[in-house]
T-cell receptor, first 114, second 114 residues
């Protein structure tokens, strides 16, 4: 079975500060990992994904994430928060095994303090 | 065109009504998905169509009936819904069903069942 755990359902950071959203995964086979963002009243948009190769993945809007197998983690970071980053962020996992579905974490709501 | 278009954006229906949700994409994607998202929760997979054939049904009640008339269109027919079915219904598409593929989401239909 596969799953992801997002630590912290709500994170607040000041504008210009570092953004760190935590995600740990559980998978019996090498995982594919994703971060999606959902703005209010919108669908989800892919920020970045890890499949194979380089463990530091760069995404859109200045976000990046690092796959750490030893820690089973895939934390999302951004050096300097912007007001427009306020949204719900979902970590997701999908195994490279047959026809597995994409499994989402419970989400982290990011609030930016002016 | 990299959009998934969903109509209507909002829908209010009674428990005896019959209504349909529509989803359209013109990216040539061959996999299309229906997700249900309750407030402050992650999306939950309902159905997957691959090459216009239903490939995954996540044990969804029969009051939800999906239909894929062609490779660009996906419908979700609703009948005799319950108030607990009120949620945001998201459509998504991907190039295929490979596990590392990016999903493109529509903005969703906010459904209220009275």
């Amino acid at each position: 079975a596969q799953s992801v755990t997002q630590l912290g359902s709500h994170v607040s950071v000041s504008e210009g500060a570092l953004v760190l959203l935590r995600c740990n995964y559980s998978s019996s086979v090498p995982p594919y990992l994703f971060w999606y963002v959902q703005y209010p009243n919108q669908g989800l948009q892919l920020l970045l994904k890890y499949t194979t190769g380089a463990t530091l993945v760069k995404g859109i809007n200045g976000f990046e994430a690092e796959f750490k197998k030893s820690e089973t983690s895939f934390h999302l970071t951004k050096p300097s928060a912007h007001m427009s980053d306020a949204a719900e962020y979902f970590c997701a996992v999908r195994n490279n095994f047959g026809n597995e579905k994409l499994t989402f974490g419970t989400g982290t709501r990011l609030t930016i303090i002016p | 065109d990299t959009e998934v278009t969903q109509t209507p954006k909002h829908l209010v229906m009674g428990m005896t009504n019959k209504k349909s949700l529509k989803c359209e994409q013109h990216m040539g994607h061959r996999a299309m998905y229906w997700y249900k998202q309750k407030a402050k929760k992650p999306p939950e997979l309902m159905f997957v169509y691959s090459y216009e054939k239903l490939s995954i049904n996540e044990s969804v009640p029969s009051r939800f009936s999906p239909e894929c008339p062609n490779s660009s269109l996906l419908n979700l027919h609703l009948h005799a819904l319950q108030p607990e079915d009120s949620a945001l219904y998201l459509c998504a598409s991907s190039q295929g069903q490979a596990t590392n593929e990016k999903l493109f989401f529509g903005s969703g239909t906010q459904l209220s069942v009275l």
